[in-house]
C-alpha cells in the first residue's frame, strides 16, 4: 500500500543532500511548505516513537510497521509517544521553535525518513524521485 504525503498543501522547498559520511554535513531530509494551520498527517499506519523537544524544537517520529522512521519538525504531536495511528491520521502542527532553532526554510516543515541503515530520501516514497541516468 503506497504511503500518503505527510502535508495536504505542501510543497517540496529544499530536497535531500546525502552527507559523504556518516555524520558529515548534509540535509537528512525534505522541507515542505505549508499553510500555519495545516495538520501533519501519518504517511503510513504506525506508533508515535517518539514526541517531544529535541535540543530546541519539538519533533515527533512514528515508526512503521516494517520499522521505517518519519520524523517532523518543528512540529507539535497531537498524540503521545506509544499512540497507534493510521495513515492520513492527523497527527501534528507545525509549531514555534525556540530563538536559536534555524528555520530551513518559512513556515516549513522538516520531513525525514530512515530505516536501519540510515536516512532516506522521502520523495522516494512518493514516486517523485527520478532515476539516475548516465550521460556521456
Ligand atoms: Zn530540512
Known amino acids: 500500500?503506497?504511503?500518503?504525503?505527510?502535508?495536504?498543501?505542501?510543497?517540496?522547498?529544499?530536497t535531500?543532500?546525502?552527507p559523504l559520511w556518516?555524520?558529515?554535513p548534509g540535509h537528512r531530509g525534505i522541507d515542505?511548505?505549508?499553510?500555519?494551520?495545516?495538520?501533519?498527517?501519518?504517511?503510513?499506519?504506525?506508533?508515535?516513537?517518539?514526541?517531544?523537544k529535541v535540543v530546541n524544537r519539538q519533533v515527533i517520529t512514528l515508526v512503521s510497521d516494517t520499522g521505517l522512521k518519519a520524523s517532523?519538525?518543528?512540529?507539535?504531536?497531537?498524540?503521545?509517544?506509544?499512540?497507534?495511528v493510521l495513515k492520513g491520521q492527523n497527527i501534528a502542527v507545525l509549531c514555534v521553535p525556540e530563538s536559536d532553532y534555524q528555520m530551513h526554510c518559512e513556515s516549513c516543515v522538516h520531513f525525514s525518513i530512515r530505516n536501519q541503515y540510515?536516512?532516506?530520501?522521502?520523495l522516494l516514497f512518493y514516486g517523485m524521485l527520478k532515476p539516475a541516468v548516465l550521460t556521456s
Do not use: W
Open 1 to 14: 500500500m503506497p504511503n500518503r504525503c505527510p502535508l495536504t498543501t505542501a510543497t517540496s522547498r529544499t
Open 16 to 18: 535531500t543532500r546525502a
Open 22 to 24: 556518516q555524520k558529515g
Open 32 to 52: 515542505l511548505a505549508l499553510d500555519s494551520q495545516s495538520p501533519i498527517v501519518a504517511p503510513f499506519d504506525g506508533e508515535v516513537f517518539f514526541a517531544g
Open 72 to 84: 517532523f519538525e518543528p512540529v507539535c504531536a497531537i498524540h503521545p509517544k506509544g499512540s497507534r
Open 118 to 122: 540510515g536516512y532516506l530520501n522521502p
